[in-house]
């Protein structure tokens, strides 16, 4: 890889995409970042060039990823909500692929999920799996990263469980909770990120970490590490959410939407593949012990104020 390498980041001032901007700095390598957050504070400012995501001009978007070599692809938005539709970031993405094709774009690497279908209930699963096909038929050379849950100081998963464990006297599960997931660390997802974007072959990887847990486990390991052991009881997945709904009211936000919890239910967020990650959540989390779920972290107030950087675990 020459050093003048140009390589474009989605989202470098989101969460997983600051990562992989950073270990392609580390690497010499100049960042471009396409986002929908120009003005987010961040430390990468400055270091990085920044254009828009102008998915509505398409001979734009072409112009903003022309030069590059590489596109790491993170964009995609959470669940459908009043502003952002799961539909929309397909119809978006669709363009981007087509954009980087036309701008001469060696390689992608799409950052996708665990267990896309296209016979899928969930939608995110669904809008997945028709992104990744889209990109395999669309001749650019790629690597389809599949994670399962990302862990890191910008998560809002593992954080929330923490915060919920510290504020209220019994944690509910969906179910008997007995359903796995996989997190990887958001730093190993980074490397393998870059890692593939200077590999050639064509590759799907499960993007996994060291630990498989049950989710009733994850909630008591988690209570253990920030030392508030609450009961777990099981509870109706529909119980669970009208709690979440309720909690998201008065936060202002989407706690946790039926589609995810049908998804983790079906164990859509686990795979037997082998880790590629080596870091262990356990370790992480005991490491951020005094910090992890002191703070909510809101997916609607990253999206509704897009100057503030995103809160995170110190
Ligand atoms: N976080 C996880 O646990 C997890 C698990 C499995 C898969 N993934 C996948 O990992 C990728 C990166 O996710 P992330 O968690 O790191 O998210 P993120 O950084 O918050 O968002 C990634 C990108 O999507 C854009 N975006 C997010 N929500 C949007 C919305 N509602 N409207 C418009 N743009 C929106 C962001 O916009 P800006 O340009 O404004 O920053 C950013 O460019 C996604 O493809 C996701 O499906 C994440």
């Given at each position: 890889?020459?050093?003048?390498?140009?390589?474009?980041?989605?989202?470098?001032?989101?969460?997983?995409?600051?990562?992989?901007?950073?270990?392609?700095?580390?690497?010499?390598?100049?960042?471009?970042?396409?986002?929908?957050?120009?003005?987010?504070?961040?430390?990468?400012?400055?270091?990085?060039?920044?254009?828009?995501?102008?998915?509505?001009?398409?001979?734009?978007?072409?112009?903003?990823?022309?030069?590059?070599?590489?596109?790491?692809?993170?964009?995609?938005?959470?669940?459908?909500?009043?502003?952002?539709?799961?539909?929309?970031?397909?119809?978006?993405?669709?363009?981007?692929?087509?954009?980087?094709?036309?701008?001469?774009?060696?390689?992608?690497?799409?950052?996708?999920?665990?267990?896309?279908?296209?016979?899928?209930?969930?939608?995110?699963?669904?809008?997945?799996?028709?992104?990744?096909?889209?990109?395999?038929?669309?001749?650019?050379?790629?690597?389809?990263?599949?994670?399962?849950?990302?862990?890191?100081?910008?998560?809002?998963?593992?954080?929330?469980?923490?915060?919920?464990?510290?504020?209220?006297?019994?944690?509910?599960?969906?179910?008997?909770?007995?359903?796995?997931?996989?997190?990887?660390?958001v730093e190993d997802l980074a490397n393998l990120?870059?890692?593939?974007?200077?590999?050639?072959?064509?590759?799907?990887?499960?993007?996994?970490?060291?630990?498989?847990?049950?989710?009733?486990?994850?909630?008591?390991?988690?209570?253990?590490?920030?030392?508030?052991?609450?009961?777990?009881?099981?509870?109706?997945?529909?119980?669970?959410?009208?709690?979440?709904?309720?909690?998201?009211?008065?936060?202002?936000?989407?706690?946790?939407?039926?589609?995810?919890?049908?998804?983790?239910?079906?164990?859509?967020?686990?795979?037997?593949?082998?880790?590629?990650?080596?870091?262990?959540?356990?370790?992480?989390?005991?490491?951020?012990?005094?910090?992890?779920?002191?703070?909510?972290?809101?997916?609607?107030?990253?999206?509704?104020?897009?100057?503030?950087?995103?809160?995170?675990?110190?």
């Amino acid at each position: 890889m020459a050093a003048s390498e140009v390589h474009v980041v989605t989202g470098a001032f989101g969460y997983t995409g600051r990562y992989i901007a950073r270990r392609l700095l580390e690497r010499g390598v100049q960042v471009r970042t396409l986002t929908n957050s120009a003005k987010r504070r961040c430390s990468l400012s400055g270091q990085v060039s920044v254009l828009p995501l102008c998915f509505d001009d398409p001979d734009r978007l072409a112009d903003s990823l022309r030069g590059a070599t590489v596109l790491y692809n993170t964009y995609w938005v959470r669940f459908n909500h009043t502003t952002f539709r799961h539909a929309t970031a397909v119809h978006n993405t669709l363009r981007l692929f087509e954009a980087a094709r036309r701008a001469g774009i060696h390689r992608v690497v799409h950052v996708s999920i665990t267990n896309p279908s296209h016979d899928s209930p969930y939608e995110y699963f669904r809008g997945k799996a028709v992104l990744e096909r889209a990109l395999i038929a669309s001749g650019l050379s790629y690597a389809v990263l599949r994670p399962a849950v990302v862990f890191g100081r910008e998560d809002i998963l593992i954080n929330n469980i923490a915060w919920i464990l510290r504020r209220f006297p019994v944690f509910g599960v969906f179910g008997d909770g007995g359903y796995k997931l996989q997190p990887i660390y958001v730093e190993d997802l980074a490397n393998l990120a870059v890692t593939e974007g200077l590999r050639d072959a064509d590759v799907i990887v499960d993007a996994i970490g060291p630990e498989t847990f049950r989710y009733r486990d994850l909630v008591r390991q988690i209570g253990s590490i920030v030392g508030v052991k609450r009961p777990v009881t099981g509870v109706p997945a529909g119980v669970g959410w009208a709690i979440g709904w309720g909690i998201g009211k008065v936060l202002g936000d989407v706690v946790i939407t039926r589609e995810e919890i049908g998804a983790l239910m079906a164990g859509l967020l686990h795979t037997k593949s082998s880790p590629v990650g080596s870091t262990s959540l356990t370790e992480w989390a005991t490491h951020h012990a005094a910090c992890l779920g002191r703070r909510y972290h809101s997916e609607l107030a990253r999206r509704k104020d897009l100057h503030t950087p995103y809160v995170t675990v110190s």
